[in-house]
């Protein structure tokens, strides 16, 4: 092989190596659902997020003082506090936080406290590809591998 193949053959494969490393987000999901909240976690550590999950808004606040996330899934139904109460709170904490809204009413309702809180809502039940394609749209800048 001759040198310009070579270097051809090692610029395609460093291109490769770059385009298949894992692109960590930090994601807080808050599910009050276990079953649920344990099938999304799964999904999104096997798509290369990392997640830390709970099952109230009181747990979303306390995690979100201590962990630095770029995107919260919340359930709009939790124990004790609405999800789009969770948002708001979370978004005060943290205003470039990206939160998309998983219920099971249609947005329609819920579209004016959505507005300044919620930067996308997804209908339950979803498949997981609906959300895997709406996280992808939300252009996230991915953190560095560790």
């Known amino acids: 092989m001759t040198p310009e193949i070579t270097a051809r053959k090692l610029e395609s494969a460093a291109r490769t190596i770059a385009a298949s490393r894992p692109r960590h987000r930090s994601v807080l999901l808050v599910e009050s659902d276990p079953d649920l909240q344990w099938s999304l976690a799964r999904m999104l550590t096997v ?33 004790g506090t609405s999800g789009v109460e969770v948002a708001r709170q979370l978004r005060e904490w943290k205003p470039n936080l990206l939160v998309i809204l998983m219920g099971e009413e249609t947005p329609g309702p819920v579209a004016k406290e959505l507005s300044s809180y919620v930067t996308a809502y997804l209908a339950k039940p979803f498949p997981f590809e609906a959300l895997r394609a709406l996280i992808e749209s939300l252009q996230l800048t991915p953190a560095p591998a560790e």
Do not use: C, K, Y
Request: no cysteine; charged share 20%.
């Open 47 to 79: 798509d290369g997020n990392r997640v830390v999950g709970t099952s109230s808004g009181e747990g979303a606040l306390t995690v979100i003082e201590q962990w630095d996330a770029d995107l919260a899934l919340v359930a709009s139904n939790l124990p």
